[in-house]
């Protein structure tokens, strides 16, 4: 089976600052570790229509499986994608994860032409999903998805634990998402940002996942349980990154980063 896994489009033009699509391009890591053949569209890298550039993609690489993400912000681009996708071919698989689709999993499910949700942590269960619908196995099995049936009926499956330990994630696959292209296209005026050069070479990363409080205004879509990377592994990465990529600044996009004084000293040193 080929997998296609779309990342929306942020941008007005290409070259504008976006935030780059880190949690599918777990996924992708996930399903390449695991040999599935899976390709990546950023959509933020092109000009060209959105309909035209994933025709071509489904027909040009026979896709099997269409994926993406969705944050609130996303619905209506996310939308299109997928209604362009079932457009396109009728019988692909769909299926979207991220912070929306775990907040109101059996609303999207109905509102976009997706069908399997994936809830919270995505990378184990999308590996298993695949592998179930490659042998036309139940999906019922799967832990943490809600899907359509072959009756259109929509069936929870049981929640998943989260992912104990961070470090047996692999790297985002930052090649399948052209990470050369959101370095380059980077700028010293870009508004989120007051960054210390004149040519940025920005890269985002987790060292922790979710949070250990239950604030009323805060949700956690990677789960209620806090869980850290260790910093041998953090720093693996960030060597990783300045040697394949030679990024100069590494943005933490952990919910709460600063939970453990001794650990971050440690990080600090």
Do not use: W
């Amino acid at each position: 089976m080929r997998i296609l896994l779309v990342a929306p489009k942020q941008v007005d033009n290409v070259g504008d600052f976006y935030f780059f699509p880190l949690g599918i391009a777990y996924i992708s890591a996930a399903l390449k570790k695991a040999k599935f053949d899976v390709e990546c569209l950023n959509l933020n890298h092109t000009g060209e229509p959105i309909d035209e550039v994933i025709r071509r993609e489904i027909f040009s690489k026979d896709i099997d499986i269409v994926g993406t993400s969705c944050l609130p912000g996303d619905y209506n681009k996310v939308k299109h994608i997928l209604a362009t996708a079932k457009q396109v071919k009728k019988n692909i698989i769909s299926i979207a994860g991220g912070g929306l689709i775990t907040s109101e999993p059996e609303l999207m499910l109905k509102a976009l032409s997706v069908d399997v949700a994936v809830l919270g942590e995505g990378e184990e269960t999308i590996v298993e999903l695949v592998r179930a619908i490659e042998n036309d196995d139940d999906l019922k099995n799967i832990k943490g998805i809600m899907y359509k049936d072959r009756s259109a009926n929509i069936v929870a499956t049981p929640p998943r634990g989260v992912i104990e330990n961070l470090d047996s994630l692999p790297f985002p696959d930052y090649d399948g998402f052209e990470i050369e292209k959101f370095l380059d296209y980077q700028r010293s005026s870009d508004d989120s940002f007051l960054y210390p050069f004149d040519k940025p070479r920005y890269i985002p990363m987790g060292a922790s996942r979710s949070c250990p409080f239950n604030c009323t205004f805060c949700y956690h879509s990677l789960g209620k349980k806090y869980r850290q990377r260790s910093l041998d592994s953090f720093f693996e990465e960030v060597r990783f990154c300045v040697k394949e990529y030679g990024i100069n600044i590494v943005f933490l996009i952990d919910e709460l980063f600063a939970m453990d004084e001794r650990r971050l000293n440690e990080f600090c040193d």
